[in-house]
């Protein structure tokens, strides 16, 4: 990047989350907020060349600017979907399907998505952000869920058949008040209302991890440029990661993250960059803002100790076995699930072993116990495959 804090910020990162150099890639893009579209298809050339791209899961772009291509797509909908063919035309285009679209909790996605690590202000704000999110995968608080109705019919009604869709359907996992009474919210996890501007962020309380967003035609707008409140506000405020469009998209729900969705893969064990992307069905305009790891509700809880890791059960534990036990076959009465380990920071996993988990499940009951010949894991990253 033309950027120092931009570069500064990538390594910042990178020692945060235990990012090996290798997966750190150079883009050589102004430091303005739009890009030209010739200029961001050599970059994406340099991108798709570099030696770990194929190993590659999903970016975080450790920089501000420039956060649009041209002046129709998002900067991270291009880094994950490349640059849009269509023909626009005007204001309200449908735009290119996500092809990830409404897939569940640990599915194997498409595409390689993307979030803006930034939180719209100065280099400090953007590494407690970070910080920030990193914080959610040790916390223990699950938090509520807000979705805020509004008077505004044109940005509130659109996603209000699935905020209540949410609290019918994920209301016994995390509290979720759907209201139209405007308070000092404090314990959130996640918000999610439809305004142009939001007032009094300051009276709402966010926890590590948490999302908020509203629904509104500039939200991705985020140098400032327009009247309506930019999507890094809600970071600013506290939130961990966020979401809006860089032009007019109309008010099609599909544009914009579904409440359902993207609560339903969070509570799965999704980071929010998966959780995120899945709940939008067209992307093409939408810009991923905040920390993409963070993971506040994993299947399990993992620790290292005298050079063993173990595992136990957590509130979402036995809700995941059940979620992979309707995936057996039909006449199968076979509910216990079968999950792998591995360390997946390099980018080819390693194999650790393999555990068998059976209900019922208490909370903090040990599943297994796995002797490693590592002195030192705190750098590494435990991923989790389903085997049958």
Known sequence: MNDPNSVELGKRYAEIRGIPSENIIELRLPNVGYVARHLMMRELERLKTSSNYGRLAGFALAFDRPYRVDANQSITSTISQGISTMRWQGSC???????????????????????????????????????????ADRHTQTGQIVFLKTEDMARSRPREASMARAQRTLGGQIEIALTEQREPWGNLMGLQTGLATVPSLNEFQFLPGAYADHLTSNGGVIDGKNSQMPATEWIKAGATASFGTVREPCNFPSKFPDPTRVLSNYLGGDTILEAYWKSVSMTTEGLFIGEPLSRPFPVLDATFADRRLVLRANR?????????????????????????????????????????????????????????????????????????
């Open 93 to 135: 285009n449908p735009t290119v399907a996500n092809p990830d679209a409404g897939k569940g909790p640990g599915a194997v996605l498409t595409t390689k998505p993307a979030m803006m690590l930034t939180a719209g202000g100065s280099l400090a704000e953007s590494v407690a952000l970070a910080e920030r999110g990193r914080a």
């Open 316 to 388: 979402q534990t036995e809700a995941f076995v059940k979620r992979q036990s309707r995936k057996a076959p039909p006449r199968s009465i076979e509910r216990q699930v079968q999950l792998g380990f591995f360390w997946v920071e390099t980018g080819t996993p390693e194999w650790i072993a393999d555990i068998e988990i059976r209900p019922p499940l208490k909370l903090g009951e040990v599943l297994a116990t796995i002797d490693l010949p590592q002195d030192e894991v705190n750098r590494r990253s435990l991923g989790v495959l389903v085997r049958k």
